[in-house]
């Protein structure tokens, strides 16, 4: 390692050591904060929050992006504290590592190509691995082969030197901390229940927004809720255990007022050729739950919150098989599974038609409301339409 390559690789690594920080924060406040949305959830493709809450966003409950951070950390301490010149392990060191690096990116790579989803974060990391890899590769050191009979030794002789010692602790301890105090895998975070500030405001504002037209017949209700849903989407779960206790409170006060109307959005291109696929199981969920509909309430929501339960990590498309059968007491899914598809194709069908783009997405009687509304903007919104609707039929 010559010395102007010292200087580029320590650039490099505190880049990607930056990138992974901020990896690290977002994937932390995703899980911890659902009304949260990323800066760098741009859109479906360049999606961070996809890419996180995917299965290969963590490895093993770990945050891929905290292994990064242990990394970047790792060759940026052995670029400042190496010796540089001919003959010195340092930038062998590094290549070694810059080598595990280029593996894991590749991977991580091609995951994202197949999911059709990318993090802009993680792509920084990529780039500044890429550099680390060309320019340790590229300079002068030992040859790789004598690394292993020479780490041992070389460890030990740098943990001899108190500021390098001191480093060493700091990284260790930095990664196991944020790993120790990091969001288990399974976290469910939860919709805040913000107060309402100003409820003319809301009331104004609401009012304003635009409606679009449905379709849907009302059969005697005053409001039609429709959402768009994939029930392997993390936030489609949490604003339906957000939501429904809403719900159930005006079905008690104004029975049959609020017609509450679901719709599949699968992100998976087997029974959706409009998404990526992000969720393995997703079509075959939708499928168990529409037959499980065809049994009662009390089935579909059995069969709901089964497959709800079981996004952390992902149900296979056999999990989910396996526990329709067990619920629903059906030994013939795959061909029910082929029964429904046509009807998730069309509610998929409507979904382009109205531009639907991302999970959840709901509708108050024709106005889209954003994903992260907190409940009581949701019930407010609704009591606002019961009211208009009494007041129109005077």
């Not at 292994?67 to 790792?74: D, M, P, Q």
């Not at 108190?162 to 969001?183: E, G, K, Q, R």
């Not at 069309?346 to 106005?367: C, E, M, Q």
């Amino acid at each position: 390692m010559t010395a102007k390559s010292r200087i580029v690789i320590l650039v490099l690594a505190l880049v990607g050591l930056a990138f992974a920080g901020a990896s690290t924060w977002t994937h932390y406040k995703i899980l911890t904060d659902a009304s949260f949305i990323p800066s760098c959830d741009v859109n479906s493709t360049f999606n961070c929050s996809q890419v996180y809450l995917s299965a290969y966003g963590s490895l093993w409950g770990v945050p891929v992006a905290i292994g990064g951070l242990f990394w970047f950390a790792l060759v940026a301490a052995i670029a400042a504290f190496g010796r540089v010149g001919k003959g010195e392990p340092a930038g062998s060191y590094i290549f070694a590592l810059s080598v595990v690096g280029m593996a894991v990116v590749l991977y991580l790579g091609h995951a994202s190509y197949t999911m059709k989803a990318f993090c802009i974060l993680c792509i920084g990391t990529y780039v500044s691995v890429v550099g680390i890899f060309l320019t340790s590769g590229a300079s002068p050191s030992i040859p790789i082969l004598q690394i292993p009979g020479r780490i041992f030794s070389d460890l030990v002789s740098a943990l001899k030197k108190p500021t390098v010692a001191a480093v060493a602790l700091a990284i260790v301890a930095a990664t196991a901390s944020t790993m120790a105090f990091f969001p288990k895998e399974g976290t469910r975070p939860q919709l805040p229940s913000k107060p309402i500030e100003s409820t003319s405001d809301f009331s104004d504002a609401w009012f304003k927004q635009p409606r679009i037209d449905l379709g849907i017949p009302a059969e005697g209700a005053k409001v039609i809720i429709v959402k768009f849903n994939d029930f392997q989407c993390p936030m489609c779960r949490i604003t339906h255990e957000a939501y429904q206790p809403v719900l159930d409170k005006f079905e008690q006060s104004n029975p049959g007022a609020v017609k509450y109307v679901l719709k599949d959005w699968p992100w998976n291109t087997k029974c959706n050729s409009n998404a990526q696929t992000l969720h393995p199981a997703a079509c075959e969920a939708a499928a168990a739950v529409r037959i499980a509909r065809a049994q009662g309430k009390a089935k579909e929501h059995e069969m709901e919150d089964w497959v709800f339960a079981h996004q952390t990590p992902p149900a296979s498309p056999l999990e989910v098989q396996a526990a329709a059968q067990k619920i629903l007491g059906i030994s013939d899914f795959d061909r029910q599974y082929q029964q429904q598809l046509p009807a998730i194709r069309r509610d998929i069908a409507d979904g382009v038609a109205l531009g639907i783009s991302g999970t959840p997405t709901y509708f108050i009687n024709g106005v889209r409301i954003l994903q992260n509304m907190p409940p009581p903007y949701f019930e407010l919104a609704i009591q606002l339409e019961l009211t208009k609707a009494a007041g129109a039929g005077k």
